[in-house]
């Protein structure tokens, strides 16, 4: 009988049952792949060097402090985002606005830049110092809740140009169209990350300000390597989760085999919940906040070339584009290791882009690529390898990263039945999240929170006895 039994070894996971070995006690880590790590994922070359990054890839210092903690804890090192040059707008017709980063877009037309600062204020505005007025029950929340992001943009007056950029958002942010999330799930999603401005940036406090030499499934590799012995078990999806009438729960794997436990803490994505059969069923608030989280589509395509050609023409290397199929591009250049542009690709643009063949997909990034950062040049002689994220397959990821995100009319009532434990199991993940929500932050926080919520309840009960 084991104190308690943690479903998934991603970095919540991990970092709950490190937590609970830390008070002395017992815990069992049941993964289904065959590697830690949950969404973080380094693509290694051959000589083990880190190549690119499909999963999580930022951290930053001061706002994300468990993450900063833990990295000097493993003695890991960090590469600064570069911030240095233009960045590269990709307007309708193709044509391209540049300006240095930091500053804002000067678009032909005034009332495009306007509506653009407009839409991105707003946005900012009820992320940050207003979001008490969105957090609070009552008209501004259901309002909020009862309309898609779309809906939002529509309410706000502004041009077609501003709601694209608004689609930029959610695409790179949640993979999704603005259609497909609600207007409060997306403000909220931003104020879990410090607001809008701070989750989009590449600097200093930023959600995208350093990532990490030694690639950052070294934090989940760090962390398994300080569980106790035979303390993690690899290639053990898990089938059932039974809660018996004196408390205890029981876990089967799929190989039919059986652990028993104390508690449970459950470490997946919302989406793979349906994978698993819960006796008895998971109560319906929760079940219907649960079928109603899912994700959009969303790959990061990952580029590597022989030289960083875009900084040759003064930009930072990142650019947004209106037409897709990319939406945005990040510089994700490891120093010696390669010259590396990260492209995410998200909503109607990456549905569309999916259904290509994978030659046909590499020459549609590579000419967007040079449309965008080369002034059109071909740059296929400089092409020297492509890496695609593999999230949309993967069963144990829920079909999709880096967040489930969930329409209208279900966060405003929603949230707390998602979150509540039941009986004696404890959900946890960086969905579940108030802070730094669908990055590797969020993840450990909860992680963290499920298991103080057991070692508090395992010593209460002990202190009853």
Known sequence: MYDAIVVGAGLAGLQAALDLQRQGLSALVLEARDRVGGRTLTIRSSDGKPKAEAGAAWINDTNQSEMWKLAKELGLHTYTQNTSGNVVVQDFDGSLVKFPYGEIP?????????????????????????????????????????????????????????????????????GVDPSETSALYFIEYCAAGGGLMTMRSDCKDGGQYLRIREGTQAFSLGMAAKLKPESLKLKSPVASITQKPDGTVSVSTKAAQIYQARKVIISIPTPVYKTITFSPPLPAAKKAVVNRTRYGFYTKYMVIFSKPFWTEKGSCGLAQSFTGPVSVIRDTSLGDHGYTLTCFIGGQFGRKWASLEPAAKQSSVLKQIGDMLADGADITSLFVEAVESPWMDE?????????????????????????????????????????????????????????????????SAKASL
């Open 395 to 459: 069963e144990y990821s829920g079909w999709g990263c880096p967040c489930a995100s969930m329409p209208p009319g279900v966060l405003g009532d929603g949230w707390d039945a998602l979150c509540a434990p039941f009986g004696s199991l404890k959900f946890v993940g960086t969905e579940f999240s108030t802070v730094w929500r669908g990055y590797m932050e969020g993840a450990i926080r909860t992680g963290q929170r499920g298991a103080a919520e057991v070692i508090n309840e395992l010593k």
């Open 106 to 174: 000067e678009y032909p037309s005034a009332q495009d830049t306007e509506s653009c600062v407009a839409i991105r204020d707003l946005v900012e505005k009820l992320s940050n110092q207003d979001f008490a007025s969105v957090s609070s029950a009552g008209s501004v929340r259901s309002h909020l809740d009862s309309i898609s992001f779309e809906k939002f943009l529509e309410e706000q007056n502004l041009t077609p140009k501003a709601r694209a950029t608004a689609g930029i958002w959610t695409h790179a942010m949640l």
